[in-house]
């Protein structure tokens, strides 16, 4: 996600937002990938655009990676897959539909047509390597729409890893914030908000970072009223699928997390019945991927893909 003064998305969310409002907000528009190639992922109405890092040697596993509100897939996996290529893990990161690089940028397209994407997605992965296992990588929304996936049984793969995944809804977020956003979302549906005198919360405590985003022209981290809404019911989906996943998850979150609250996360790890861990990273923010002490955590994603890919974990 990118940062606003020091704002994220989902910091905003805790500050102004809801989850129910007039009309359907986020109406789905699937999209079927058809074939996938080192640049693209080429669907029936659009093209996603892909990133991979080819292992060094022979791969042992294969990590698909989904970035959270306003990344893209290079900027959120880019340095991690660097490290986790050069140890056999082959691994492919696209842009999710309206961000990064897609022509679809900054518009919406709603939690269905972002589920329909990784469903596809991982598909044509899996069909690249069939005899590979497969690891989904979710930060922060593109947590919240693996766990969607996994739960509702619409994930080809070994396994998830969710890194401070978005599951801050149902009875976990205040209902003050649902009617703050539902308020916004029938007033001012495609108005961004900057978060300027709403709340000052930090992503990570990497400020090098924060600036480089700043100045990346395809970054955001201003969410319309619109976004807000669609953002609380993807989370709401995923606290509800929860329960069904069937596959391997792992819960990563940071003790500084400021943008996903611990008890939300827990209250989501809870859920699951499937086999799981919860991994608490003491040096983590919510980048936890580009935090300063983010090798830790590229260390703790290989060491728990490799685990669940062994039949040894969680």
Avoid at 48 to 64: H, K, M, N, R, Y
Avoid at 149 to 174: F, H, K
Avoid at 268 to 282: G, L, N, R
Wanted: hydrophobic fraction near 45%; charge should be negative.
């Amino acid at each position: 996600m990118a940062p606003a003064r020091g704002l994220t998305a989902f910091g905003l969310v805790a500050a102004l937002t809801a989850c129910t409002a007039g009309g359907p907000l986020d109406a789905p528009t699937p999209l079927g990938v058809a074939q996938i190639s080192l640049d693209m992922v080429e669907g029936g109405e659009t093209e996603l655009a892909l990133s991979s890092w080819p292992s060094a040697g022979p791969p042992e596993l294969v990590i698909l990676g989904l970035h959270g509100f306003g990344d893209y897939g290079p900027s959120t996996f880019g340095t991690a897959a660097e490290l986790w290529a050069e140890e056999n893990i082959q691994v492919y990161a696209y842009d999710q539909r309206g961000f990064g690089r897609n022509a679809s940028w900054q518009r919406w397209p709603g939690a269905e047509a972002l589920v329909s994407d990784l469903e596809a997605t991982a598909k044509a992965i899996r069909g690249l390597h069939p005899d590979i296992p497969l690891i989904v990588v979710g930060h922060s929304m593109g947590g919240g729409v693996t766990l969607i996936a996994a739960g509702e049984g619409r994930l080809d793969a070994d396994g998830a890893i969710l890194l401070a995944p978005a599951v801050w809804g149902l009875d976990t977020l205040p209902p003050l914030y649902r009617a703050g956003a539902w308020f916004a979302a029938v007033t001012w549906p495609e108005r961004r908000w900057d978060g300027q005198g709403v709340a000052e919360i930090w992503p990570t405590d990497n400020i090098e970072l924060l600036r480089r985003l700043a100045a990346d022209p395809i970054q955001f981290g201003n969410p319309s009223s619109r976004e807000f809404v669609g953002l609380i019911r993807l989370m709401d989906r995923a606290m509800q699928a929860a329960p069904r996943a069937e596959m391997p998850i792992v819960f990563i979150h940071g003790s500084n997390d400021e943008v996903i609250p611990e008890k939300a996360a827990r209250r989501a790890y809870d859920a699951v019945t499937a086999p799981k861990t919860f991994v608490e990273i003491e040096t983590g923010w919510h980048m936890l991927l580009r935090d300063l002490e983010a090798e830790v955590v590229w260390r703790e994603v290989a060491d728990q893909a490799r685990n669940i890919a062994n039949g040894e974990g969680p």
